[in-house]
T-cell receptor, first 116, second 115 residues
Framework: AQSVTQLDSQVPVFEEAPVELRCNYS??????LFWYVQYPNQGLQLLLK??????LVESINGFEAEFNKSQTSFHLRKPSVHISDTAEYFC??????????????FGTGTKLQVIP | NAGVTQTPKFQVLKTGQSMTLQCAQD?????MYWYRQDPGMGLRLIYY???????DKGEVPNGYNVSRLNKREFSLRLESAAPSQTSVYFC??????????????FGSGTRLTVV
């Protein structure tokens, strides 16, 4: 069975400091990988995704994530955070199969708190 | 704005009461989903509908029923609410279940409290 582990439930970081949110997954087959962001009292929004090709993917607001197949990781990074990045971040995995329903597994989330 | 619309945004129920959570999407997506979000547990799939006319159980279907009314609408019904169903409920949609690369579009959620 596939699983997604986000070891850090909360990550406090000072404004303009770098941050890394960790995500590890377990799957014996090829996967698609996603990061979603949830701002307070809102639904989840797709932040970025890895499907194939370059292992480094970027979002429009400065986040990036790198797919590392050997370490089965997809960590999210930002070199300089802003107050507006305060949110909860969810890693998600879709196991590829031959068709039909592709089960999405979400991690338990990491709350990023940016401190002024 | 295009997207997924959920109603109501907040609801308080007494144990044993019933209610229906409504969800509609205007993106012409084939697949729709209902999740519940609980602290420390991430999102858990309750039911999904791969296409109009079909529904299937997810990880935690007990105590819930769903109806795919048409391509746009997918409702979730609690027949006899229990305190364990206190949660935030999210509806989501995707072009189709076999197109995982598109990701999901989520609604803004319904906060349900059962007392």
């Amino acid at each position: 069975a596939q699983s997604v582990t986000q070891l850090d439930s909360q990550v406090p970081v000072f404004e303009e400091a770098p941050v890394e949110l960790r995500c590890n997954y377990s799957s014996s087959v090829s996967v698609y990988l996603f990061w979603y962001v949830q701002y307070p009292n809102q639904g989840l929004q797709l932040l970025l995704k890895y499907l194939s090709g370059s292992t480094l993917v970027e979002s429009i607001n400065g986040f990036e994530a790198e797919f590392n197949k050997s370490q089965t990781s997809f960590h999210l990074r930002k070199p300089s955070v802003h107050i507006s990045d305060t949110a909860e971040y969810f890693c998600a995995v879709i196991k590829l199969n031959s068709g039909g329903y592709q089960k999405v597994t979400f991690g338990t989330g990491t709350k990023l708190q940016v401190i002024p | 704005n295009a997207g997924v619309t959920q109603t109501p945004k907040f609801q308080v129920l007494k144990t044993g009461q019933s209610m229906t959570l409504q969800c509609a999407q205007d993106m012409n997506h084939n697949s729709m989903y209902w999740y519940r979000q609980d602290p420390g547990m991430g999102l858990r799939l309750i039911y999904y509908s791969a296409s109009e006319g079909t529904t299937d159980k997810g990880e935690v279907p007990n105590g819930y029923n769903v109806s795919r009314l048409n391509k746009r609408e997918f409702s979730l019904r609690l027949e006899s609410a229990a305190p364990s169903q206190t949660s935030v409920y999210f509806c989501a949609s995707s072009p189709r279940t076999g197109a995982g690369g598109y990701g999901y579009t989520f609604g803004s959620g319904t906060r349900l409290t059962v007392v």
